[in-house]
């Protein structure tokens, strides 16, 4: 079936399968009821957030979208609000590099420097020579974090005398591979272009000639709101500390896989924890900013400071959850919530391919929890279109794997939400 005719299917179904989570929220749990119907409610999610179009933060699909997840919260009885913070969004005008006759559109690093509308000239060169404009590659995407953090040819280029550089971005295939903006509030380095690889042998050529090129990354600022949407569901024990569960919503492209399979995890958890009865209280978060610096995350953080001091746990969904043929990870910050996580996949049938060790780097926003000493849970599974525009529903997509991962986890927090000791 074709991508036209599969949104079709899940525009027609959406309210259907959505309807129904909320008429059986009530009368069935994540146990009882069909795989049929969580899987229909999966699918329905990502074929909706994948029509919605690119979710960058601070853009009007980015708003729309956080509209829209806002009201899929408050169909299955939970009330969510949207929490605001402020970004100086950056608007892509003209972004190429000019070889000999052939112009090449590109994409900015967004942490980096800019160039004005007449960009930059000079030698095209390999990196740490005297060229003026470099020729790198980005790390593929891993799985699991570098602990230690390697610097990569992108690292070594912000430290460099040149005056821009092109960024030949690596993915599991040819293709562009966006990076995340790590620095987005404090910019390092020259004007960088991101190029996709299928140009690396044509590039290397001309890099090799010590050609001239021409370097434009010209962008705008627009200063923006972005939005945070939060829910909590109230236990019966406010005195105990609560369950947190974080999922971010906004990336590059339209990020089906990437960022769908976690806000469809994060919804199915809501429905399941309201219909559950937990004794704790439980908050959720689904966080814009994700691809600029996890920026959503601090502002969370202060609106909601005694999480940060006496959470019972944190469970936060990694990228890619269920993608088609790919290992898991799991990241734990001790033994007893690694058991845990452990004994939730299993239950569903989940195999675990890798654990990170307790103290190793945490992954995306789950830094910010385990910097301020707070428990942590977080699974996420490998993609071969990872930041790429083809991470789209429904090929990027495996609905009955990620049902597995949604039945497990959601079931998983409703035993952490019970717990009294």
């Known amino acids: 079936m074709q991508r036209r005719a599969f949104l079709a299917f899940g525009s027609q179904t959406a309210l259907f399968a959505l309807a129904a989570g909320v008429a059986g929220s009530h009368a069935m749990s994540a146990h009882e009821e069909s795989p049929f119907d969580l899987e229909q409610r999966v699918a329905s999610v990502i074929a909706a957030y994948d029509a919605q179009g690119n979710h960058r933060t ?174 909590k569901i109230a236990g019966t024990n406010p005195a105990l500390a609560p369950v947190v569960v974080m999922a971010p919503r906004s990336g590059w492209w339209q990020c089906a896989s990437e960022q769908g399979s976690r806000i469809a995890c994060w919804l199915e958890l809501i429905r399941t924890v309201r219909s559950g009865k937990p004794v704790r209280d439980c908050f959720f978060v689904a966080l814009s900013g994700h691809e600029l610096g996890h920026l959503g995350i601090d502002p969370y953080m202060k609106r909601h400071p005694e999480l940060q001091r006496r959470s019972h746990a944190w469970i936060f969904f990694g990228s890619d959850i269920g993608a088609p043929r790919q290992p898991n990870l799991i990241h734990a910050s001790d033994e007893g919530l690694e058991r845990w996580g452990v004994a939730a996949m299993e239950k569903e049938g989940i195999v675990v391919n890798a654990k990170a060790r307790h103290d190793s780097i945490a992954r995306g926003e789950t830094g910010t929890v385990q910097r301020a000493g707070g428990r942590f849970f977080t699974v996420a599974c490998a993609s071969d279109v990872y930041h790429s525009p083809a991470d789209r529903w429904p090929e990027s997509i495996d609905v009955a794997n990620l049902a597995r991962y949604a039945r497990a986890f959601a079931n998983g927090v409703l035993e952490l939400s019970r717990q009294t000791i």
């Open 58 to 231: 601070g853009t009007a699909v980015d708003r729309q979208s956080a509209e829209w997840l806002a009201t899929q919260v408050r169909r299955v009885g939970v009330e969510p609000v949207l929490e605001p913070f402020t970004l100086n969004r950056i608007d892509v005008r003209t972004c190429y590099v000019r070889v000999a006759d052939r112009r090449i559109d590109a994409v900015p690093l967004f942490d980096a420097g800019f160039t004005g509308a007449e960009g930059i000239r000079g030698i095209l060169g390999p990196l740490g020579g005297d060229s003026d404009i470099a020729l790198v590659e980005s790390e593929p995407p891993r799985l699991a974090n570098t602990d230690p953090v390697q610097r990569d040819q992108v690292e070594e280029a912000r430290r460099g005398p040149h005056k821009g550089v092109v960024v030949l971005t690596r993915g599991p295939k040819p293709g562009l591979f966006l990076l995340n903006a790590d620095r987005f509030s404090a910019p390092s380095g020259p004007p960088m272009l991101q190029i996709s690889s299928s140009e690396a042998t044509w590039l290397r050529e001309w890099a090799a000639a010590r050609s001239r090129v021409t370097l434009v990354a010209h962008v705008g600022r627009t200063t923006m709101q972005a939005f945070n949407v939060t829910a």
